[in-house]
């Protein structure tokens, strides 16, 4: 695993921390076929993202405490418009 705090890993929980996210809508926008690429895994391993499940409402992404105070050290607002992640179609363009 590389660093938790690695500068895609904070761009990925500064953006799930801007709003509610969705598990599909993360997804989405941040996973990845490269296998050396492991934003997602290295955020959940870090602590710094839980997945979330309420009644009645898709499965969701949330910020712990860990993510928080990671973004916190890094000088990084999550109440700050995120950067939000390149479109696949606009990647490949």
């Known amino acids: 695993m590389t ?3 690695s500068s895609l890993v ?16 993360v997804m ?6 490269c296998p050396r690429l492991t934003v997602w895994e290295d955020a959940l391993d870090g ?6 499940a309420l009644p009645g409402a898709p499965p969701g992404v949330a910020v712990t ?5 990671a973004l ?4 990084r607002s999550p ?11 606009a990647a490949s363009a």
């Open 3 to 5: 660093d938790p705090t």
């Open 10 to 25: 904070l761009d990925l929980v500064e953006w799930v921390a801007a709003r509610p996210r969705t598990y599909a809508e």
């Open 28 to 33: 989405e926008a941040w996973r990845t076929s």
């Open 47 to 52: 602590g710094l993202l839980i997945r979330t």
């Open 65 to 69: 405490r860990a993510g928080f105070d």
């Open 72 to 75: 916190a050290r890094a000088g």
């Open 79 to 89: 109440l700050a418009p995120a950067r939000r992640p390149m479109s696949r179609a």
